[in-house]
């Protein structure tokens, strides 16, 4: 029973610390959304993981330099799918806060996970059916209100947005496809499982094995991220932004990929350690914690305060069918 109750907290901190990974948006100073996501983006998805694959033992490398080219060239195709989501996915952040970002781009992810590697047999098809689809429909349709009620109130951007979406309809656009995009990190999980499972068979631990994924996932991610920031802040002639509050902004940004290392660091050890629950059950638990966490932020941080009374609750309730439905979904 401690074990169980141990994983869960693990899974708990890695759901809250993927949800707390917004939080540093809103204070940073005299910067635009691309000078932000390009110094997370080199934190978050560089520094971390290059230093995470330093501290590895030696006997992983021998074993990961075995596998085939092509798992390395797919994780990071995949990865630059996930950097695109993650670009969209901020300026969602950015627009509509928190709560909403973590709960109606994840409903959107959810569902493109779970559908997509049937549709192209990559998985073996549900052993019950309808239980496998009412707990999609659960899941869409706790997406679709969540949209619905944060339509409510008013949606003034955290930072100065390089774009025009600032009406509700073409931010709830660009969050379709964040969630579309952000699929990409658990479809490469899915694709590459037997890669890890390889170096696991191999006497790699299941925590070591995962960076097989997670490293050309989050360099794919940089390579497309890092570069668009750039670009943007360019042709804003925004780059001498960077020197602007550099102490404080950099800060706050190497704070955002910490939130980011310890979500996969938390979830490696929980899915690996012994006793731990089956994958699915994991990310469903996980799930639950990130969209709930999200909400319980957004409530912190007063974004909710534009919206009614009514709003709110229907956003809270809405919040809570998806996490359940995203729970029935992978305890199945």
Do not use: D
Not at 292 to 320: H, I, K, Q
């Amino acid at each position: 029973m401690r074990a169980q109750i141990t994983t869960l907290l693990l899974l708990a901190a890695s759901g809250f610390f993927q949800a707390a990974f917004a939080l540093p948006v809103r204070h940073f100073r005299a910067w635009r959304w691309e000078q932000m996501w390009v110094a997370q983006s080199v934190a978050a998805n560089v520094l971390f993981p290059v230093g995470w694959a330093m501290a590895v033992p030696a006997a992983f490398w021998s074993q990961a330099a075995r596998l085939p080219w092509f798992h390395w060239l797919g994780c990071y195709g995949w990865g630059l799918l996930w950097g695109l989501g993650g670009v969209a996915w901020s300026l969602t952040l950015t627009g509509l806060g928190i709560a909403f970002a973590n709960s109606f781009v994840m409903g959107v992810s959810i569902l493109t996970g779970a559908l997509f590697p049937l549709l192209l047999n990559a998985v073996e098809p549900p052993s019950r059916p309808w239980h496998f689809t009412v707990s999609l429909g659960l899941c869409l349709l706790g997406t679709v209100l969540v949209g619905v009620f944060r339509r409510h109130g008013k949606h003034q951007p955290f930072l100065p947005m390089p774009t025009a979406f600032r009406t509700y309809p073409r931010l709830l656009a660009l969050a379709v496809f964040a969630g579309f995009s952000t699929a990409g990190y658990g479809l490469a999980f899915t694709f590459a499982f037997s890669s890890i499972r390889t170096l696991v068979v191999n006497g790699i631990s299941p925590l070591s094995a995962s960076l097989v994924v997670v490293l050309p996932v989050y360099l794919g991610a940089a390579s497309v991220a890092i570069p668009l920031g750039l670009a943007v802040a360019a042709r804003a002639g925004g780059l001498p932004l960077f020197g602007r509050f550099a102490g404080r902004n950099c800060s706050l940004a190497l704070s955002m990929g910490l939130c980011a290392m310890a979500t996969a660091v938390l979830y490696g050890v929980a899915g690996s350690r012994s006793g731990h629950p089956a994958p699915n059950v994991c990310f469903g638990l996980f799930v639950n914690c990130l969209v709930l966490g999200g909400v319980g932020l957004g409530f912190a941080t007063g974004e909710m305060r534009g919206l009614t009374a009514g709003a709110r609750t229907g956003l809270v309730l809405s919040a809570c069918g998806l996490a359940a439905g995203a729970w029935l979904l992978n305890a199945r």
